[in-house]
């Protein structure tokens, strides 16, 4: 597969930063994208590594019409990696036939960018800020014990737990095998679909009763790609945001719903490929396996997430009734529901601080555990 070169992200640093691309292609002959972003100023910054969400990029950390994470935590005094995993709109895998599934990501993209950034960065301590299916992935690859020795991890919106709603959960059972059969992927920008469209069907139900008039908008808030929930509050997104969602997110590949269908129904993450040996590094189910969780851990969800719920609370709960010895911690921010968490015109304010107190702690455990 041919990789459209990725294109430079606009960077608005008061900093002055840089964004350098890192070459970098997973032992699986998958081409992925990473970057650093250099501050420049000679500081010693500890590296943090962001994962977006499927079908999102690393794009969701720099957007130009906020205070973006990458802003945040340069003013931290951190250097950001952000990987763009094969979950990237940025790179084509979602689009196209070649498929994957999580263990993929669990197995190669993750632990594989963590010994880059290792290698590149001298050893630093590493902390992870990882949304969405990102964190989910990670939970497997650390059950796995292929990410060890991280200083710190934050996951926001899921992490070992994925739970859904009931009508998420039907609607991902029964009309999943459905669409799956009949699409090969759902695209989120209606200008590519066309009125006449296999996908059209789609469009006017997520349609029905929505507020808003932008159908990008209606996809992603409405009724998520069909099967349910909520992806954002309307109101926390910029305009000039909530304009260019089309930009932010991508095709969604109706191949991976029988792992998501998988793990929902479960209740935590598990492994996918069971008749294929390259995946045995992979716990079967990772919340089995959560002994070998070491990191300190801050598992961030919105008080109105209606998407994963209260996914992460019900991680947290059995985290700490199960591993009392882990640090665990759960913050709840009011008034945001799961990508306004990041993509939220005020999110700097509501949501980063909690985030970069996290990170500060951390560290410093790091620098004397050292
Ligand atoms: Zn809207």
């Known amino acids: 597969m041919t990789l459209r070169p990725l294109t430079p992200r606009p960077l608005h640093s008061r900093l002055g930063a840089a964004i350098e691309q890192i070459p970098f292609t997973a032992s699986d002959g998958t081409e ?32 130009p019409e906020t205070r973006n994470l990458v802003d945040v935590l340069l003013d931290a005094g951190y250097e950001p990696w952000l990987l763009d995993w094969r979950g990237s709109c940025r790179l084509p895998y979602n689009e196209g036939r070649v498929r994957y599934t999580f263990d993929d990501v669990a197995l190669y993209d993750i632990p594989e960018a963590v010994a880059l950034v290792r290698e590149r960065t001298g050893g630093k301590p590493l902390q992870v800020v990882a949304h969405c299916i990102g964190a989910l992935c990670l939970s497997l690859s650390m059950a796995a014990g292929l990410v060890p020795g991280l200083a710190g991890v934050v996951a926001q919106g899921v992490f070992l737990t994925p739970k859904m709603s009931w009508k998420t959960r039907m609607r991902l059972h029964f009309g999943g095998e459905l669409l799956r059969s009949r699409l090969v992927n759902i695209p989120t920008d209606f200008r590519k679909v066309g009125l006449w469209s296999k996908h059209s069907l789609i469009f006017a139900e997520v349609s029905l009763g929505a507020e808003c008039k932008d159908p990008t908008c209606q996809i992603l808030h409405n009724d998520s790609w069909g099967v349910g929930g909520s992806l954002f509050e309307h109101e926390n997104l910029d305009t000039r945001t909530h304009d260019r969602l089309a930009d932010l997110y991508g095709t969604v590949p109706m191949w991976i719903l029988p792992h998501l269908r998988q793990i929902e129904l479960a209740h935590t993450m598990m492994r996918h490929n069971d008749a294929d040996g390259r995946y045995d590094a992979l716990p079967k189910n990772a919340l089995d396996e959560a002994d070998r969780i070491e990191a300190p851990l801050l598992l961030l969800s919105g008080s109105d997430n209606r998407f994963w719920y209260d996914s992460n609370k019900l991680c947290h709960e059995l985290l700490t009734t199960r591993h009392p010895d882990l640090d665990v911690r759960y913050v709840e921010v009011p ?13 700097a304010l509501d949501v980063f601080g909690h985030i ?9 455990a790091a620098v004397s555990a050292a």
């Open 32 to 63: 992925l994208g990473l970057c650093r972003v250099s501050a420049g100023d000679g500081a010693d910054r500890p590296p943090v590594l962001v994962l977006h969400g499927l079908t999102a990029s690393s794009d969701m950390f720099l957007l």
């Open 356 to 364: 970069v107190d996290f990170l500060d702690e951390c560290r410093a």
């Open 335 to 347: 008034g945001y529901g799961h990508l306004d968490t990041f993509i939220g015109r005020n999110a």
